[in-house]
């Protein structure tokens, strides 16, 4: 059993930052990637950034050199810092889990981040 809450987001002008973060409470399996992934209205969803629990991380092409995902073992959480940010980057943005083993997915509730002038 895995539960992940976001907070972070809200509204930035472009070229401003933001961080996400996402708090997981549960026991966390030996093979797995954290994951976030955003939805713009009438956009298909797509993954922004993922981690694996060995720490090899991968983003997409549109994200790449701005946004830096990363996790505190300690903590439980895992971290999503975009900087640079533009309007094309609004969306509902999720936190996710996926159980490689099994093949299981757990996802946050989603939060919002807006960027406009």
């Known amino acids: 059993q895995v539960q992940l809450v976001e907070s972070g987001g809200g509204s930035v002008q472009p070229g401003g930052s933001l961080r996400l973060s996402c708090a997981a409470s549960?026991?966390?399996?030996?093979?797995?990637?954290l994951g976030w992934y955003r939805q713009a209205p009438g956009k298909q969803r797509e993954l922004v950034a993922g981690i694996t629990n060995a720490d090899t991380t991968n983003y997409a092409d549109s994200v790449k050199g701005r946004f830096t995902i990363s996790r505190d073992k300690a903590k439980n959480t895992a971290y999503l810092q975009m900087n640079r940010l533009k309007p094309e980057d609004t969306a509902v943005y999720y936190c996710t889990f996926d159980d490689i083993p099994t093949g299981r997915d757990y996802w946050g509730q989603g939060i919002q981040v807006t960027v406009s002038s």
């Open positions: 549960g026991s966390m399996l030996s093979t797995y990637v």
